[in-house]
């Protein structure tokens, strides 16, 4: 299913980690922007396309969470995949970050394989939740070109 190019957003306040994560995900042949705050993120997005973003929590400035509540109530923005990538491992950061719209959730320090499986999974998802968007479109306007058809052939009996 993945036709096209992926671009992943990584937000981080830490050069080493921003590196680490775009060489991971670039050698699995994803495209990787990257960020290093959170007002940085939300110019990029207003920007480009980007299919899921990677939010570190803790940083100067727009932290993760506030980023992540700015992006969840624009429109257009709202429905790409936020997963957080940070140190803070609490129980209640977990579920604030749910609670906001994050779809998951990875602690550091994290392993290659968790993350690389993590994303893998959440573009999948991403990707057939844009193929089903599509395909009710094309239902609904194949519905509504349908009516049209009927009101005109109708139109045409009663003449």
């Given amino acids: 299913m993945k036709d096209k190019e992926i671009d992943i957003l990584v937000v981080d306040d830490s050069d080493h980690n921003l590196e680490l994560v775009k060489k991971i995900l670039s050698l699995e042949g994803y495209k990787v922007t990257l960020s290093e705050n959170g007002r940085n993120a939300l110019e990029v997005l207003n920007s480009k396309t980007i299919d899921l973003i990677l939010l570190d929590v ?7 969470f506030e980023t992540c509540k700015v992006i969840k109530m624009q429109t ?9 990538l940070t140190a803070r491992s609490e129980i209640n950061d977990i579920v604030t970050g749910f609670k906001l719209g994050g779809v998951d959730y990875i602690s550091k320090p994290f392993s290659k394989e968790e993350l690389v ?4 999974n ?8 844009d193929y089903l968007k599509k395909e009710m479109e094309n239902a609904r306007e194949s519905r509504n070109e349908f009516m049209r ?6 139109k ?4």
Wanted: proline fraction near 5%.
């Fill in 58 to 64: 803790m940083m100067p400035g727009l932290d993760g």
């Fill in 76 to 84: 257009g923005l709202d429905d790409i995949p936020i997963i957080f």
């Fill in 117 to 120: 499986a993590r994303v893998s």
């Fill in 122 to 129: 959440h573009v999948q998802l991403k990707l057939m939740r």
């Fill in 149 to 154: 058809m009927m009101l005109t052939f109708g």
């Fill in 156 to 159: 045409s009996l009663s003449e």
